[in-house]
Nanobody, 124 residues
Framework: EVQLVESGGGLVQAGGSLRLSCAAS????????IGWFRQVPGKEREGVSC????????SYRDSVEGRFTISSDSSKNTVYLQMNSLKPEDTAVYYC?????????????????WGQGTQVTVSS
């Protein structure tokens, strides 16, 4: 059974940090792209960052570049999203997802598997 389980969300003040974790099981982790997405009510889900486990290549949306860092630990089948200098506009439910394609995408369509999401709230 494929599972993606996010953790690490919470409430933090602007300027603070959080580290999200995505624990994966049930598929060939090293062959997949893992992406982080976020969504607020009434808006479309947007790609935040992704990592290509085959070659370690990463990608970020412009608004988080330099503040967020994605990393992968294949020994634990876990992907992390370190979020620093958080802003109120980063408030959202964050999801991790897995895609069998070899390259990152900020669009949700290539991703076959999704976690349940974790809430991140940044207060001003």
């Amino acid at each position: 059974e494929v599972q993606l389980v996010e953790s690490g969300g919470g409430l933090v003040q602007a300027g603070g940090s959080l580290r999200l974790s995505c624990a994966a099981s049930g598929f060939a982790f090293d062959d997949y792209v893992i992406g982080w997405f976020r969504q607020v009510p009434g808006k479309e889900r947007e790609g935040v960052s992704c990592i290509q486990n085959k070659d370690g290549r990463t990608s970020y949306r412009d608004s988080v570049e330099g503040r967020f860092t994605i990393s992968s630990d294949s020994s634990k089948n876990t992907v992390y999203l370190q979020m620093n200098s958080l802003k109120p506009e980063d408030t959202a439910v964050y999801y991790c997802a897995a895609s069998p394609y070899h390259w990152c995408s900020g669009h949700p369509e290539p991703y076959d598997y999704w976690g349940q999401g974790t809430q991140v709230t940044v207060s001003s």
